[in-house]
């Protein structure tokens, strides 16, 4: 089975930092784009960056020059670096990922269970 485990939520006070981790585990043979989302209580949910295997990005307009995205592929992990956090940023976080396990030709997207932020004003 494939498992994605996110960690690094929290309150913060806004103009603070937080950053969040995400590491897939299980039976992978190989990660495809990487990707963040967040959803905000009465929102839906929304892409808030992107990163894939050769490393070029992609961020919400909201985010952009305040988080960055990365990723280590020999850990099969993801980061979100968030700076200058602002309570709009308030959400519970979800770490995305196309993913291939070994013995099939086919990808699937998997979602790991969320990280709560909370920016305080």
């Known amino acids: 089975q494939v498992q994605l485990v996110e960690s690094g939520g929290g309150l913060v006070q806004a103009g603070g930092s937080l950053r969040l981790s995400c590491a897939a585990s299980?039976?992978?043979?190989?990660?495809?784009?990487m990707r963040w989302y967040r959803q905000a209580p009465g929102n839906q949910r929304e892409l808030v960056a992107a990163?894939?295997?050769?490393?070029?990005?992609n961020y919400a307009d909201s985010v952009r020059g305040r988080f960055t995205i990365s990723r280590d592929n020999a850990k099969n992990t993801v980061w979100l670096q968030m700076n200058t956090l602002k309570p709009e940023d308030t959400a519970v976080y979800y770490c995305n990922a196309g993913i291939r396990k070994w013995g099939t030709s086919w990808t699937i997207d998997y979602w790991g269970q969320g990280t709560e932020v909370t920016v305080s004003s």
């Open positions: 299980g039976s992978i043979f190989s990660i495809g784009d």
């Open positions: 990163i894939a295997i050769g490393g070029s990005t």
